[in-house]
């Protein structure tokens, strides 16, 4: 669960939030376009076994219904991987200027991951591992691991076969990069 960096800008009233979560989910999933409440509602449905109908949505958006009930926002909170306290207006005053610069970087490099996640839709493994990476609260600190266990010799190919030992049967490759005849370093230059 995390708190979502919004657009930049002043207050966001509920309906405004619900429409950039709708977006984001499309990009998580993706589809390059953000959900349609229908989608949402569909979704929904099928994955949480609860429903909210497609109307319903569009009067939160729509701000004709500008308050939502405990179990609504728990609902949506729960599909959207949210924090319940986000699915309110904001209030008067608020800034969004408050984050760091760090998490507007933050915030570009999840989207960098999600795009490619997108281009790499075709490799199952790789896309659902940058759409993690990109659902994680702390994208850096995960790639600051990664390259501290890519710069200790061996480190990545023993994990992989603990963790993921199916991935050597299913891609003739170790951890390293390394056909599993043993030739080639595994190493790249960039």
Known sequence: MFWPRSPQKKEMKLGEKIRYLRSMEGAIRGLNREMTQAEVARAMSKE???NISQSYLSQIENG???HLTNTTRM???KFFNVHPGYLVDDPEGFHTELTSNLSTLEDKLDLWLISGAERFRRDPQLSHALIELAKHEDTRKCLTLLAAILETPQLADRLLQVLKPEY???NGRTAGGKPRNGQGNGRRTV
Request: charged fraction near 40%; glycine fraction near 0%; avoid cysteine.
């Open 64 to 66: 004709t219904r500008p």
């Open 48 to 50: 949480l076994k609860k």
């Open 75 to 77: 609902l949506l909170a």
């Open 168 to 170: 050597e049967r299913t």
